[in-house]
Every structure is written in structure tokens, then in C-alpha cells.
């Protein structure tokens, strides 16, 4: 079963020994403060959890949050490819991840993991490097953490250095990031950009970084933030790939994007969860013929068949547009809220707490909310605007029927969209739903037109896209029809182990 979302994740998660903090100016310790970091607490022992505190465990535990097709998990495909795959876990008992991680389990009411957990959760206690896609909502964060913060509880702590765009928060207040990480810190959660500047201005070190987690790599990468990432990783203390234990997680992985992440991992498994860039047959997917000049229309009678207590999510492409919309809206008389790249981090918080507690049941968007956010209840996503690429379609979309919830997406289609009129076709197709015949049309119209510019298909056989390495003689592979059910056992004759070098690969 699945948090909220990866902020509570984390805090529920991660629970350190509560550590006096030696203040070095003052001399003794200080038993308050909010700070987590302990400036020498490799003497203590923490693999032992710290006494229950009932108010903190109402707090980070008491919310409902699994869907009703929970169970339909069980029947997504997984494939793996790499020397030596582990194989996968049924339970979260069939792996040893410490009194403390299994507390907070049972704590969180997970009652088995995800596939994607199936199968990382292992590759990670192996100390594998790992790039995986799983489809939004299938519970990647839950996947690295759990291992990770096992071993760290295990072998005591290190760093562990997670850049994700939207999730990194730890360096939101400049002046507290600062003073923390100069007296050490377990855990650091970073976006490149921040990272690289505090690392230039002396204030944080890697040296002993044990473990790096890129979370939306394909997106950091496709971005352009290449340059810092590659700053962080090979041009700075940092230990090198094959010392220091890389992940690498997203919902796409391009071709070209592989070929790019493979300068960061050492031997590395490559697990595709899913249909790899695909979208859940939990999310009801609408597209309507609108043109431009009536939208706001048609996004008042939807917001008014859905209801206006209902939490629903309205993308636009740019943040001109969502000012504009959330205040027509608000003088539509609709209590609605918006984050884009011109608000600030402060204002950015406020409008999804806004959003989350109901207060402002409608989030107007760029892209800048579509990756990273994890609202358990969005009911509705609408594409006032869609995007100009498939891949942010799925991330967008993916922000409802997370986690085996249902949810429901409508996409405002016309002649300005035409360039993505085969893939979302392709996308309809595959996750069964209902295609208007004038998408088809159009479709087959535009079908001698596109081109694939170089990039592999990502929605067909049954994955949509695999290890690149695959097509270029790479390593060997296992792969089960479903995720983890009854497919492969612990060593036996189906890829799982079995005491060869590598695994074969089954369809």
C-alpha cells in the first residue's frame, strides 16, 4: 500500500535514533532544535529503534491510502536485464531491512510491495547499480528508500544524495540547509542546480557519499542539466561509479537517454516494470475536439459534472496562461490555486497545501507540477493544453489513479496538437480505452508524416521501450508475464539465479 506522497514517505521512513546535537560553539549538547543531523553519531547503535512516540506516529500514519485495484499490480509484467539479477521478493519479510524499516512498515499498513519494489528492493541490498522505469503511482520512491535507509540503519550512516526536481526541499532555506550540513547530515535531498552552488561555495562535501539516487533522471537529463549532474558526479569528491552504489528512477528511459545515464552507472540492471512510458488502465483517459476559442467553456461544464469538492489538476503550457486561467476561474467563482515556475518555492508549498486540504479543490499547473508530485485523491487531471511530447503526457496524467486508485483524464484536443496525434493513439490503444474515431483519422493522416527522429518505439511489445543494450549485444536478461506472482521463485529454472552467470530471457 502507498503514502501520500514522498515527502511523508521520507519522514515515515526515516526515523533516526533521536541523538542529542553538539552544538561545537557552545560546548555540551542540546537536546532540542529542529535539526536531524548529529554531528558524531557513528558510536551509536542505529540499528535499534528509539521508544514509540504515539502523537509523531498518528501523525505520519493515520491517513488512508490505498486504492481499491491495489491487487491489480499483481498482474503487470516486469523484465529485467543484467549480469547476475537477483531474483525478486513476494514479501517485504523475504528481505532482511532491519527492525526499524519493517516497523514503519507494518506502521505505514504496506501489506506487499509494488513490482517495482518486487524487484529493486533486492538489486539495491546486493549493492547493484539500477536504472528503472516504472509507470507514475507504481511506488519507485518507496523502492529506493527502503533499502537504503535499511543499510544505513545496518552499516550506520553515510550520505545518500537524492536530486530530484520537485522533491528537493532540504535546500529550500538557505540559511538552515547551510547550518546543518556543516555539522554533517545522513541524508541529503538536493536539485542540481543548488547543489552545484553550494558545493562551489565550500558548504557541502561528498567525499563519503555511499549512495546517489537520480529520481526523474530522464527529465534532469532531457532538461539540460546534464552539466551539473556531471559536475557532481565526476568533478568533485564524489567516490566513482562501482565505489559509490547508483539508482537511477523515472517512468520513461529513451533510447538516447540510456546511452547518457550509462556514463554514471557501473554494471548496472536495467528494470522495466510495466509498459516503460505507458499509462495505467486505472485512468480513465478522455479526448475531446476542442478549439481554442472554447475552452474555458468546456473546462467550466467539466468542473461542474465533476464537482467542485473533487481534487482536480488543470495543465497549461505556460505560466502566463495558468495566471490567467486560475483568475478567470476565481472570478468564475471557483476556489482554485496555481503553481508554475515564476511563483516562488514559499508560494509553490502554500498552493499544493492549498490543494491538498481541499481548500482550493483546483490546481492550476505547468509542467513543473507534472513530475515528483504525489497527491494520493486526484480525481481529475485535465490537459487544457497538451503538451508538444507524449512522455509529458504520461507524467501528467500519471498524477491521478495513483497507486491503484481511479482516476479520470481529459485532454482539449485540435489542429495544434496534430504532432502527437500517433502516439496518443498508440497510448489509448494500449491501456484499452475508448478512441474517438476522428483521432484515428487523423492518425492514420499524419502517419507517413512523423518521424522517430532516431528514438526507439516506446509503446509496443508489450514494455514500449527496453535495455538498449538489448539491441547492441548487451547482457543477458529475465523477464516474468506478471510482477512477481508465482513467476521465476528464488533460483530456480525461470532467470531467477539458478547458479549461471547470466539470466536467459523468456517472454
Not at 527496453?466 to 528464488?490: A, E, K, M
Request: glycine letters at 10%; proline letters at 4%; charged letters at 25%.
Amino acid at each position: 500500500e502507498g503514502l501520500k506522497d514522498s515527502s511523508s514517505l521520507l519522514s515515515a521512513l526515516f526515523r533516526p535514533p533521536l541523538l542529542p546535537l553538539r552544538h561545537p560553539s557552545r560546548g555540551g549538547f542540546a537536546g532540542g532544535g529542529n535539526t536531524r543531523w548529529v554531528e558524531d553519531s557513528r558510536d551509536d547503535d542505529w540499528s535499534k529503534p528509539t521508544a514509540p512516540n504515539e502523537r509523531l506516529e498518528h501523525e505520519l500514519f493515520s491517513g488512508s491510502n490505498t486504492g481499491i485495484n491495489f491487487e491489480k499490480y499483481d498482474d503487470i509484467p516486469v523484465e529485467a536485464t543484467g549480469s547476475n539479477c537477483p531474483p525478486h521478493i513476494e514479501s517485504f519479510h523475504d528481505v532482511d531491512m532491519g527492525e526499524i524499516i519493517m516497523g514503519n512498515i507494518t506502521l505505514s499498513r504496506y501489506t506487499r510491495p509494488t513490482p517495482v519494489q518486487k524487484h529493486a528492493i533486492p538489486i539495491i541490498k546486493s549493492k547493484r547499480d539500477l536504472m528503472a522505469c516504472a509507470q507514475t503511482g507504481s511506488g519507485k520512491t518507496a523502492a529506493f528508500l527502503l533499502p537504503v535507509l535499511s543499510q544505513i540503519y545496518t552499516d550506520g550512516p553515510g550520505d545518500a544524495l537524492q536530486a530530484a526536481k520537485n522533491n528537493g526541499q532540504v535546500l529550500g532555506k538557505e540559511s538552515e540547509a547551510i547550518y546543518d550540513t556543516k555539522h554533517c547530515c545522513h541524508l541529503l535531498v538536493a536539485t542540481p542546480g543548488r547543489l552545484v552552488d553550494m558545493m562551489e561555495r565550500g558548504k557541502i562535501g561528498l567525499d563519503y557519499c555511499n549512495y546517489l539516487v537520480l529520481d526523474e533522471a530522464d527529465r534532469m537529463l532531457d532538461m539540460g542539466f546534464e552539466p551539473q549532474i556531471r559536475r557532481i558526479v565526476e568533478q568533485d569528491t564524489m567516490p566513482p561509479k562501482g565505489i559509490r552504489q547508483t539508482m537511477m528512477f523515472s517512468a520513461t528511459f529513451p533510447k538516447e537517454i540510456q546511452i547518457l545515464a550509462r556514463d554514471f552507472l557501473e554494471d548496472y540492471i536495467f528494470l522495466a516494470v510495466g509498459r516503460v512510458g505507458s499509462t495505467s488502465e486505472n485512468i480513465t483517459q478522455k479526448v475531446v475536439w476542442v478549439e481554442e476559442t472554447d475552452k474555458r467553456s468546456f473546462l467550466l461544464d467539466l468542473l461542474n459534472a465533476t464537482g467542485k469538492d473533487s481534487l482536480t489538476l488543470v495543465f497549461v503550457e505556460t505560466k502566463k496562461g495558468a495566471d490567467a486561467l486560475e483568475d478567470f476561474l476565481y472570478h468564475e467563482g471557483y476556489a482554485c490555486t496555481s503553481i508554475h515556475g515564476d511563483r516562488s518555492q514559499r508560494d509553490r508549498e502554500e498552493a499544493l497545501h492549498q490543494f491538498r486540504s481541499g481548500r482550493c479543490p483546483i490546481l492550476v499547473a505547468t509542467a513543473v507540477a507534472a513530475r515528483g508530485l504525489d497527491i494520493s485523491n486526484v480525481k481529475h487531471v485535465i490537459n487544457f493544453d497538451l503538451p508538444s511530447d507524449i512522455e509529458e503526457y504520461v507524467h501528467r496524467i500519471g498524477r491521478t489513479g495513483r497507486v491503484g486508485n481511479l482516476g479520470l483524464a481529459t485532454s482539449f484536443f485540435n489542429d495544434k496538437n496534430s504532432n502527437i496525434t500517433k502516439d496518443l493513439l498508440d497510448i489509448l490503444v494500449e491501456a484499452k480505452q475508448e478512441v474517438p474515431s476522428w483521432l484515428e483519422s487523423l492518425a492514420y493522416e499524419h502517419q507517413h508524416k512523423s518521424s522517430t527522429r532516431g528514438r526507439s518505439k516506446r509503446f509496443s511489445g508489450g514494455f514500449g521501450a527496453r535495455d538498449y543494450r538489448q539491441t547492441s549485444g548487451g547482457s543477458g536478461s529475465f523477464s516474468s508475464n506478471r510482477g512477481g506472482r508465482n513467476t521465476g521463485g528464488h533460483g530456480g529454472n525461470r532467470g531467477f539465479g539458478g547458479g549461471k552467470e547470466t539470466c536467459n530471457f523468456l517472454t
